[in-house]
C-alpha cells in the first residue's frame, strides 16, 4: 500500500468513496480543491492495487492536529487502510512537533470509533445533535508522548 499527498485528480475518487456511505458528510470534489488554499491543510490518498483505496485530511494547528475526514473504499475495509492513513497522520504530527490530535465522529459509527480507540484515542466530550441536527459527535483526542516527538 502506498500512501502519498492528494492530487487533483483524486478527488473524484475521494467523491466516490464518500458516495459508498449514505449520510457520511461528504465534501465533495469542491470540498477537497477548497482544501488546496488552506495552509494548514494536509490531504493523504491510499493507493492499493493501482486504485485509490482511501484518503485522509487533517490541520496541522500547532501544537495540534485536527483530523477532518477519513475514508475507505467498501472494496478494501479490513485490509489496514485506515490503520495506515492514521499512521502517517501520525508521523506528520510528531515532525510538526504537535502534541494532541483531535477528531469528531458520529456516535452511531461503531467502526470509526473502535478504529480511533484502537489507536489510542479516547473520548473526551460529545456535542449533541452535531450531525444533521439529530446525531451527536463523539469528540475524541489522542496526546502524543513527548518522547515521541
Known amino acids: ?30 470540498g477537497f480543491e477548497a482544501e488546496e488554499k488552506n495552509r494548514h491543510s494536509v490531504t493523504l490518498a491510499a493507493e492499493e492495487e493501482g486504485r485509490t483505496a482511501g484518503f485522509i485530511n487533517f490541520w496541522i494547528l500547532r501544537p495540534q492536529v485536527q483530523l477532518n475526514t477519513l475514508a475507505v473504499a467498501r472494496a478494501f475495509l479490513r485490509r489496514g ?18 502534541r494532541e ?19 489510542n484515542f479516547e473520548v473526551v466530550g460529545k456535542r449533541p445533535k452535531f450531525y444533521n441536527n439529530t446525531d451527536a459527535a463523539l469528540l475524541m483526542r489522542r496526546v502524543l508522548p513527548a518522547k515521541d516527538l
Open 1 to 30: 500500500m502506498l500512501i502519498r499527498r492528494a492530487r487533483k485528480e483524486d478527488y473524484a475518487a475521494f467523491a466516490a468513496i464518500e458516495a459508498e456511505y449514505p449520510g457520511y458528510p461528504a465534501w465533495g470534489e469542491k
Open 81 to 98: 487502510t485506515a490503520s495506515a492513513l492514521l499512521g502517517k497522520l501520525l508521523e506528520y504530527a510528531a515532525k510538526s512537533l504537535c
Open 101 to 119: 490530535i483531535d477528531l469528531e465522529v458520529n456516535e452511531h459509527n461503531a467502526a470509526a470509533i473502535a478504529l480511533y480507540a484502537a489507536h
